[in-house]
């Protein structure tokens, strides 16, 4: 039975969503996307309401068994990480109502887990998602490519054989593909720089 999760590359001007249904062999299928826009003229409620309602209506129609949005860090456009954080909170907080489970990974982890490389630039995420998903070309806008990329790694942790295991959160490698391996490696090496108050930042393009 396939893992259907949903991708959410959260912003407030543009908030990409997709459906990815991932199986036991790690085979991803896209089942749909979609980017909810707001207007930097609108009111700032305004725009939260009408985020919350997109992502409700999205998550009602799907029943997704989990969620994976993009963890904010911090930025040098104050304005910019406040929003991408205000849109997280909404998202979270509408699977919350559901009872979805929701996982929160970085950019590093997302580009390691569909690349092979923590250091993939947005074209090389977008090749990959689309041969990963077999399409012609990766969705559109880029939002939509972030979402699907997010819903790919956290359904291939959930997917792979012993992603839970201490040996894969250690960098083991059973059963691993090279890009899953990466993944694993970033993201241990994200925890290590949590822990030590380490920052990591997002793409200036909310």
Same mark, same amino acid.
């Given at each position: 039975?396939? *893992?259907?999760?949903?991708?959410?590359? %959260?912003?407030?001007?543009?908030?990409?969503?997709?459906?990815?249904?991932?199986?036991?062999?790690?085979?991803?299928?896209?089942?749909?996307?979609?980017?909810?826009?707001? !207007?930097?003229?609108?009111?700032?409620?305004?725009?939260?309401?009408?985020? !919350?309602?997109?992502? /409700?209506?999205? *998550?009602?129609?799907?029943?997704?068994?989990?969620?994976?949005?993009?963890?904010?860090?911090?930025? &040098?456009?104050? !304005?910019?990480?406040?929003?991408?954080? @205000?849109?997280?909170?909404?998202?979270? #907080? /509408?699977?919350?109502?559901?009872?979805?489970?929701?996982?929160?990974? &970085?950019?590093? /982890?997302?580009? =390691?887990?569909?690349?092979?490389? $923590?250091?993939?630039?947005?074209? @090389?995420?977008?090749?990959?998602? #689309?041969?990963?998903?077999?399409?012609?070309?990766? %969705?559109? %806008?880029?939002?939509?490519?972030?979402?699907?990329?997010?819903?790919?790694?956290?359904?291939?942790?959930?997917?792979?054989?012993?992603?839970?295991?201490? $040996?894969?959160?250690?960098?083991?490698? !059973?059963? *691993?593909?090279? #890009? @899953?391996?990466?993944?694993? @490696? =970033? /993201?241990?090496?994200?925890?290590? $720089?949590?822990?030590?108050?380490?920052?990591?930042?997002? $793409?200036?393009?909310?």
């Amino acid at each position: 039975m396939a *893992l259907r999760v949903v991708g959410v590359d %959260p912003g407030l001007t543009r908030c990409g969503l997709a459906v990815v249904d991932v199986e036991s062999d790690r085979r991803a299928t896209l089942v749909d996307v979609m980017v909810i826009g707001t !207007s930097a003229d609108t009111s700032l409620d305004e725009r939260l309401l009408r985020i !919350s309602r997109g992502i /409700e209506a999205w *998550l009602d129609r799907y029943s997704p068994d989990a969620l994976a949005v993009e963890r904010v860090f911090s930025h &040098t456009n104050v !304005s910019t990480v406040m929003g991408t954080a @205000q849109a997280s909170g909404i998202v979270i #907080a /509408e699977a919350a109502k559901r009872g979805i489970a929701v996982a929160l990974h &970085t950019p590093t /982890e997302v580009k =390691a887990a569909v690349t092979g490389s $923590g250091r993939a630039d947005k074209d @090389q995420v977008g090749y990959m998602v #689309a041969k990963i998903l077999r399409l012609d070309a990766p %969705p559109t %806008p880029a939002d939509a490519a972030d979402a699907a990329a997010l819903a790919i790694t956290h359904g291939w942790r959930g997917a792979a054989p012993g992603s839970h295991a201490s $040996g894969t959160a250690n960098g083991g490698s !059973s059963g *691993l593909t090279p #890009a @899953q391996r990466a993944w694993a @490696q =970033a /993201e241990a090496a994200a925890r290590k $720089g949590a822990a030590r108050g380490g920052r990591a930042t997002r $793409g200036p393009h909310r």
